[in-house]
Structure formats: C-alpha cells, structure tokens
C-alpha cells in the first residue's frame, strides 16, 4: 500500500510541511503502509492550469507525468492545508484541477488543516465543497486541525505545548489508521469496475 501526503502551502518553508513530514515519518513508523510519497507545493512547481492540459501539449505532459505517476500507484492521500485569510492555498486548489486520468478517483483521503491561531475549520469545509467533483478523490469523514501549530508536532520538545502535543500525535495516529483501512476497503471497490467512467468522465 501506498499513501501520499500533499503539503499544500507555497510559503519555502511551512508549518504545513512540518507537519505533513511528522504524518509521512508517523504512517512509515507504524508501519501503516508499505511506501510513502510527499509532494510539496513550496514555491508554486505548478504553474496555474490552463486548457492546453487537454490539447495533450509537451510541456505539460513532461511536467506532470512523474507527478501523475505517483499519485496513479497511491491508495490513499492526506491533504495537509494551511488556511490563508480563512480559505485554502490558491495553488493547492490549482492542484486538484490538473488530475483528470483518475489519479486521485476513488481513493481515500485525510483532510489536515494547520492555523496558527484557533482556526482551521474554513479550509475543511472548503475542500469538502469544491475539490473534488471531477477528480473523485474521496475524503473520509475523519479530519485533524492542528491549532496553534507552532507548538506541536516540533522535533524539540522544549518546542511544543506538551498537552496539546500528546494530544496531536494521538489524534493522528487515530486518524491515520482509519485512512489505511479506508484505503484497504476501497481497492474492492475500484476493482468492482463499477467506478469506470464511461460517458460520465465529469461529476455533476
């Protein structure tokens, strides 16, 4: 089994990467799948999509292809999202647009939201309404917010607020075993073929 983790934020260094590099070393020491993936959007490495995607252009298809690679052999995702002036990354909804072969159809995912304050509730709500209607990916009903991340979840631990840690690593060890059994679950489920699109390529 294969899980990738996609850390949403642009900002070169990220409390969202941080954190997506604690659920990627958290599912490799529990031994929650076989192989992880992560791919950051630290510095935008996707430009914004435009329809030449369609027209099969070069460029795009030898920018995206290892990336669509990856995601195509993942059984699951954990989608981590910092929340920008209440809302989610503009380049992280960009992401969700570039996936129309099925990469993410079907598949489990985890919505974590960082803030670093008391927020993090918008961006879940966000991409539970929006992001996922054509690509299919399928977000459980489980979710982690991570509040006042700049004390949790630190290599350190004169770093971190020790109740609120204990508590975050708890909770993610929770969550992340949900979003592997998911993950088991739904194999059945894509190879039930039932999912082949047909004349339905697009959610409505």
């Known amino acids: 089994m294969k899980i990738s983790i996609i850390s949403g934020s642009h900002r070169k260094v990220s409390q969202s990467e941080k954190v997506a590099r604690f659920v990627q070393r ?4 529990k031994s929650l799948c076989d192989e992880t993936w992560l791919f950051t959007l630290a510095q935008n490495p996707l430009p914004l999509w435009e329809e030449s995607i369609w027209e099969g252009d070069p460029v ?7 990336i669509s690679g990856q995601l195509a052999a993942s059984d699951a995702f954990v989608v981590v999202a910092p929340e920008w002036h209440g809302q989610v990354p503009a380049g992280l909804k960009n992401f969700f647009l570039m996936w129309g ?3 993410l159809a079907h598949k489990p995912a985890l919505i974590v939201t960082v ?3 008391d927020g993090g509730a ?3 709500a966000e991409l539970r309404m929006s992001s996922y209607k054509n690509n299919r990916i399928c977000y459980i009903p489980e979710q982690v917010i991570v509040r006042n991340v700049e004390r949790v979840l630190n290599d350190s631990e004169a ?3 020790p109740d609120a840690d204990q508590y975050f690593r708890a909770r993610f060890g ?5 979003l592997r059994e998911y993950a088991l679950a ?8 039932a999912t082949e699109p047909g004349m339905f390529k697009n959610g409505m």
Not at 60 to 66: A, C, I, K, M, V
Not at 174 to 178: F, N
Not at 186 to 193: A, E, F, W
């Open 26 to 29: 958290t599912l490799e020491e």
């Open 60 to 66: 795009w298809q030898e920018r995206l292809q290892p």
């Open 101 to 103: 072969k099925g990469e």
């Open 115 to 117: 803030s670093s304050g």
């Open 122 to 124: 918008y961006p879940v």
């Open 159 to 161: 770093d971190n607020n």
């Open 174 to 178: 929770y969550a992340l075993g949900i």
């Open 186 to 193: 739904m194999r059945q489920v894509r190879d039930s073929g």
